[in-house]
T-cell receptor
Framework: DGGITQSPKYLFRKEGQNVTLSCEQN?????MYWYRQDPGQGLRLIYY???????QKGDIAEGYSVSREKKESFPLTVTSAQKNPTAFYLC???????????FGDGTRLSIL | EDQVTQSPEALRLQEGESSSLNCSYT??????LFWYRQDPGKGPEFLFT???AGEEKEKERLKATLTKKESFLHITAPKPEDSATYLC???????????FGKGTRLSVIA
């Protein structure tokens, strides 16, 4: 079945540590997105990529980094510069144009 | 700046009690309005896309409608399994990412 796979489901970060969240899609979508979801805050855009080897900052990119070396993959690194990383992270993808985004089931990141 | 406001924040219904959720939006030019359902600990699940005022879409007990300023998600005779957070999002002109509202948390009590 086609879909978006996020891993791991739960992740713990130690002080000063970088962690990487995985997102893989087999929908042949060009665009991929990373969102952060906090209680009562809705979805906030971190980074997005509309094509391989290109990506743009979203509304809250500080403390995060991404890469897009393959169409299927869009990993997100939460760096030690992100002082409040505890949140639910969602990856999404879409074909170009007016089509809806489809989401993975998220990674919950907590601080040890 | 594109904005999406959803109301109410939370809604509690008895099973069978129909109601509507509101999504008000401000965009420079609407290319699509999207409704999603999100269960706790899961990613949002796509429900509907609406593209122009007057358009309506239906799926089981859900019906989405669109005007030039807002969209409604009507829930007819809801069941407990309809309990979830419902998210609204818009895409404006250009190939821009979706802008999401904060959602309405719906609880349907048997």
């Amino acid at each position: 079945d086609g879909g978006i796979t996020q891993s791991p489901k739960y992740l713990f970060r130690k002080e000063g540590q970088n962690v990487t969240l995985s997102c893989e899609q087999n929908l042949n979508h060009d665009a991929m997105y990373w969102y952060r979801q906090d209680p009562g805050q809705g979805l906030r855009l971190i980074y997005y990529s509309q094509i391989v080897n290109d990506f743009q900052k979203g509304d809250i990119a500080e403390g995060y980094s991404v890469s897009r070396e393959k169409k299927e993959s869009f990993p997100l690194t939460v760096t030690s510069a992100q002082k409040n990383p505890t949140a639910f992270y969602l990856c999404a993808s879409s074909s170009r144009g007016d089509q809806p985004q489809h989401f993975g089931d998220g990674t919950r990141l907590s601080i040890l | 700046e594109d904005q999406v406001t959803q109301s109410p924040e939370a809604l509690r219904l008895q099973e069978g009690e129909s109601s509507s959720l509101n999504c008000s939006y401000t965009v420079s030019g609407l290319r699509g309005l999207f409704w999603y359902r999100q269960d706790p600990g899961k990613g949002p699940e796509f429900l509907f896309t609406l593209y122009s005022a007057g358009e309506e879409k239906e799926k089981e007990r859900l019906k989405a409608t669109l005007t030039k300023k807002e969209s409604f998600l009507h829930i007819t005779a809801p069941k407990p399994e309809d309990s979830a957070t419902y998210l609204c999002a818009v895409r404006s002109t250009g190939n821009t990412p979706l802008v999401f509202g904060k959602g309405t948390r719906l609880s349907v009590i048997a």
